[in-house]
């Protein structure tokens, strides 16, 4: 299992466990601040980037859960073999069960805003990529793909837009930011990177980059 993997089964577990600190299933009680009782559930929850839709979480264990948003689920798995998530998509409409794409860079659920749904992909930390998928008819398209700094995590407007940064090179900004906490990051061993702010109108397909910049560390 990679460092990212990793990380996200513990930011998982952590999810679940917060979740758990705010209400405690009747009779149950946690051993540690850390240990999460399964099954667990908790209603009106977000998971993802900031914005995406609340829905009822749902783990089994620390490696498996659903999100149940009335219209949708989503069945996430951890993949034992491979880098990443296995992700289905059920249409409680149909019960009709939609496979999302395997990656081999390895795929993380987001969340989801309307019909679509955000999965992250790769193996560092600096820039990672995120696809866009759209259901439509019982089927998923992958409709937008793009690279991302996490530093800055992105959003969904309340208009259904994705806000996020993109990677850019300094000398194809028009303005550079400032940097206060540059000469730190140096003397840390890590490097300056940049990041421009991007928008990716999902309702009419239409992407925008402003004149709007971020300093990032980079290792």
Same mark, same amino acid.
């Given at each position: 299992?990679? #460092?990212y993997s990793v990380v996200m089964a513990t930011l998982?577990?952590?999810?679940?466990?917060?979740?758990?600190?705010?209400?405690?299933?009747?009779?149950q009680e946690a051993a540690?601040? #850390?240990?999460?009782?399964?099954?667990?559930?908790?209603?009106?929850?977000?998971?993802?980037?900031?914005?995406?839709?609340?829905?009822?979480?749902?783990?089994?264990?620390?490696?498996? +859960?659903?999100?149940?948003?009335?219209?949708?689920?989503?069945?996430?798995?951890?993949?034992?073999?491979?880098? $990443?998530?296995?992700? #289905?998509?059920?249409?409680?409409?149909?019960?009709?069960? #939609? +496979?999302?794409?395997?990656?081999?860079?390895?795929?993380?659920?987001?969340?989801?805003? $309307?019909?679509? +749904? +955000?999965?992250?992909?790769?193996?560092?930390?600096?820039?990672?990529?995120?696809?866009?998928?759209?259901?439509?008819?019982?089927?998923?398209?992958?409709?937008?793909?793009?690279?991302?700094?996490?530093? /800055?995590?992105?959003?969904?407007?309340?208009?259904?837009?994705?806000?996020?940064?993109?990677?850019? /090179?300094?000398?194809?900004?028009?303005?550079?930011?400032?940097?206060? /906490?540059?000469?730190?990051?140096?003397? /840390? $061993?890590?490097?300056?990177?940049?990041?421009?702010?991007?928008?990716?109108?999902?309702?009419?397909?239409?992407?925008?980059?402003?004149?709007?910049?971020?300093?990032?560390?980079?290792?």
């Amino acid at each position: 299992m990679n #460092v990212y993997s990793v990380v996200m089964a513990t930011l998982l577990a952590c999810f679940a466990w917060a979740c758990q600190s705010e209400k405690k299933p009747k009779g149950q009680e946690a051993a540690s601040a #850390v240990e999460v009782t399964y099954p667990y559930e908790k209603a009106d929850s977000l998971f993802g980037f900031q914005g995406c839709d609340k829905g009822l979480y749902r783990a089994d264990s620390a490696g498996s +859960f659903e999100i149940d948003y009335s219209i949708y689920r989503v069945q996430v798995t951890e993949q034992k073999d491979a880098p $990443g998530q296995r992700i #289905v998509l059920v249409i409680d409409s149909t019960e009709r069960r #939609v +496979f999302f794409p395997s990656l081999d860079e390895g795929g993380y659920f987001q969340g989801k805003s $309307g019909n679509h +749904f +955000f999965v992250d992909l790769g193996t560092g930390p600096d820039v990672r990529k995120l696809n866009v998928y759209k259901e439509e008819n019982g089927e998923l398209y992958q409709v937008f793909q793009t690279e991302y700094l996490p530093q /800055e995590a992105p959003l969904v407007s309340p208009t259904g837009s994705l806000w996020f940064y993109g990677p850019i /090179e300094e000398a194809d900004m028009q303005e550079k930011p400032a940097c206060p /906490e540059a000469e730190q990051w140096r003397k /840390e $061993g890590l490097r300056v990177g940049y990041g421009q702010r991007r928008i990716f109108d999902m309702k009419q397909r239409m992407y925008v980059r402003k004149s709007e910049y971020i300093c990032v560390p980079r290792q």
